[in-house]
């Protein structure tokens, strides 16, 4: 009987001071979890442009250049208006390999998802800790202002979005 007394009083006072514990934490989280999301919003409404980085929890994405190139693919049977040179700079910042080569998006001056066009873009894969020196090409239809939007391949975050000047 005495067994049971001392463990009801000892599951009691567990209960008691783990509730406490538990009010603690819900009243520090909004707060840190609202500063977090006010960080996250002030860096969404930042306009990346050339020369900017966007980090991520696994990886650090820097724009180096955006230019246009005559270089065509003779096979390709897209034709666009103009192609883009896009060329980056990545850094992984996980604890293991990175894949790259299909984390980018542009959408040309009008708005329209521009496809990726087949020259000698960058594919593979960067280890931890390490940095790659990148390129992609795109055929775009109109030029003018784009956007290129970066999310990594294995990432469920909002892509950073970067926009520059294509004549």
Do not use: W
């Not at 280890?127 to 202002?145: N, T, W």
């Amino acid at each position: 009987m005495k067994k049971k007394l001392i463990f009801s009083a000892a599951l009691l006072l567990s209960l008691g001071l783990a509730g406490c514990g538990e009010t603690e934490k819900d009243s520090k989280q909004p707060v840190q979890a609202d500063a977090e999301k006010s960080k996250e919003e002030a860096q969404k409404s930042k306009i990346l442009t050339v020369g900017d980085s966007a980090e991520s929890k696994d990886a650090k994405f820097t724009l180096k250049s955006v230019s246009t190139t005559d270089a065509r693919n003779q096979f390709d049977e897209t034709k666009p208006n103009q192609v883009i040179k896009v060329e980056y700079e990545l850094e992984n910042l996980s604890d293991s390999e990175l894949p790259y080569g299909m984390d980018l998006t542009v959408y040309d001056g009008a708005g329209n998802k521009m496809e990726s066009y087949a020259l000698d873009n960058s594919m593979g894969a960067v280890a931890s800790g390490k940095k790659v020196q990148g390129v992609q090409h795109f055929g775009i239809k109109e030029g003018g202002k784009i956007e290129i939007h970066y999310k990594p391949v294995i990432s469920f975050d909002d892509p950073a979005v970067f926009e520059a000047e294509v004549k």
